[in-house]
C-alpha cells in the first residue's frame, strides 16, 4: 500500500503540493470513490485513480537511457555544473532518479537512470560482474601485446589490481574494452598504464543493454519492455 499523493506525484505530472491540492478539490478518485485525504494508503497495481475523470497510467518505477554527451556530471545535483538529470524533462525529474553507475564528464554514451534502487544495486554489484562495452580512441598506437596485457588482469602504478578485461583493437588508435568492473577512471588508467592515452570514450553497453544509436547525445528514451526484461533477468 501507498500513500495516494505518492502514487500520484510519481506520474510525474504533479508536484506533491500540487497533488494535495487536487485532492483537496475533490477531482482525484480512487475506483469511482472521491478521495479523501492526500495521506489515505491505496494498492497502486490495483485501483484505479482519476484525476478529472482521466484514468492515470502507474508506473512502479521508470528505466530511462540516456545518451549521455561531454561535458555533463553523472550526479544528481552539482551547485556549478550541469547534470544529467537536467537533460530530462521535469516530471521525470520529480521521480528521484539517479544514475545506475558513474561516466566521467567527459565520457559519452551509454547511462542508464532509473529510481528503482534494487535493479540499480543488483547491476551495480560486483558480485554479478555484468560486463560494461566502451569504445575508446588513443593517442598512441596499440599493439597485440596491449590485448594480453588486458586479459592477464594489471596492477596499477598506485596498486589499484584491476581484474582481466578484453582489449578488442579495431584499428592502430582505436579499441574495444569489456569491464566487469567499474573503478574509478578505470578504462583511461588501464590504456594509460599500456602507455596509451585516452582521447576519446564512449560507452556502448552495460550487460545486455546496449545504446541505441539513433539516440544523439544529450537525449533520452525509456527502455523497451524487452530492454527492461533481459536487464532484470
Ligand atoms: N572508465 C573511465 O575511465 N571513464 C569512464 O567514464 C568510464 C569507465
Not at 137 to 157: C, Q
Not at 166 to 190: A, D, N, Y
Amino acid at each position: 500500500m501507498e500513500r495516494l499523493d505518492k502514487v500520484l506525484a510519481s506520474t510525474g505530472r504533479w508536484s506533491r503540493r500540487e497533488v494535495k491540492g487536487l485532492v483537496r478539490q475533490g477531482r482525484v478518485t480512487a475506483d469511482g470513490r472521491i478521495a479523501g485525504s492526500p495521506e489515505e494508503k491505496i494498492d497502486p497495481a490495483q485501483t484505479q485513480l482519476r484525476v478529472d475523470g482521466e484514468l492515470l497510467a502507474y508506473e512502479e518505477h521508470l528505466y530511462v537511457m540516456l545518451h549521455k554527451p561531454a561535458g555533463v556530471l553523472s550526479a544528481t545535483e552539482d551547485r556549478d555544473q550541469p547534470t544529467v538529470l537536467d537533460l530530462l524533462p521535469a516530471a521525470w525529474r520529480r521521480r528521484e532518479l539517479f544514475p545506475v553507475g558513474r561516466l566521467d564528464k567527459d565520457t559519452e554514451g551509454l547511462l542508464l537512470l532509473t529510481d528503482d534502487g534494487d535493479l540499480a544495486h543488483r547491476l551495480l554489484s560486483p558480485r554479478r560482474h555484468v560486463d560494461k562495452l566502451y569504445y575508446a580512441r588513443v593517442a598512441e598506437d596499440l599493439e597485440p601485446s596491449d590485448e594480453e596485457t588486458f586479459a592477464a588482469g594489471m596492477t596499477l602504478a598506485d596498486g589499484l589490481v584491476c581484474r582481466p578485461a578484453k582489449l578488442e583493437i579495431l584499428s592502430p588508435q582505436e579499441c574495444l574494452v569489456t569491464l566487469q568492473e567499474g573503478k574509478f577512471h578505470q578504462v583511461k588508467r588501464m590504456l594509460a598504464h599500456c602507455g596509451r592515452p585516452v582521447i576519446y570514450l564512449k560507452r556502448l553497453a552495460m550487460g545486455p543493454l546496449q545504446l541505441d544509436e539513433s539516440l544523439a547525445p544529450g537525449t533520452y528514451r525509456k527502455l523497451t519492455e524487452m530492454e527492461l526484461a533481459l536487464l532484470k533477468e
